[in-house]
Nanobody, 120 residues
Framework: QVPLSESGGGSVQAGGSLRLSCAAS????????MAWYRQAPGMQRELVAT?????????NVADSVKDRFTISRDNAKKTVYLQMNSLKVEDTGVYYC????????????WGQGTQVTVSA
């Protein structure tokens, strides 16, 4: 089993919504800070959002997705989510989930990625 596994990607029209999920098989999941990254075609990978360990009360989202994307976690389900609303064509890319024990932004473990395609 892989440590992290993303799901929920797909194709959506601009203005639509998607909710990405990242299921973790990590032990002591609550001790890991979590993050979402994305890589658009022809672009460098960028950090989208982070959430701190534990109850995850401290969150940060990139300015490019502020007020549109929300990161959250459910430690009982060992899952982190990325709710994406008002999607734009520029949001198209491969979205990766990552976990970090002591490094920040989290980057110790990576998922395989899930494709998000937003069409006009």
């Amino acid at each position: 089993q892989v440590p992290l596994s993303e799901s929920g990607g797909g194709s959506v029209q601009a203005g639509g919504s998607l909710r990405l999920s990242c299921a973790a098989s990590l032990t002591s999941f609550s001790m890991y800070a979590m993050a979402w990254y994305r890589q658009a075609p022809g672009m460098q990978r960028e950090l989208v959002a982070t959430i701190t360990k534990g109850s995850g009360t401290n969150v940060n989202v990139a300015d490019s997705v502020k007020d549109r994307f929300t990161i959250s976690r459910d430690n009982a389900k060992k899952t982190v989510y990325l709710q994406m609303n008002s999607l734009k064509v520029e949001d198209t890319g491969v979205y990766y989930c990552a976990a970090g024990w002591a490094v920040f932004p989290p980057s110790d473990y990576w998922g395989q990625g899930t494709q998000v395609t937003v069409s006009a």
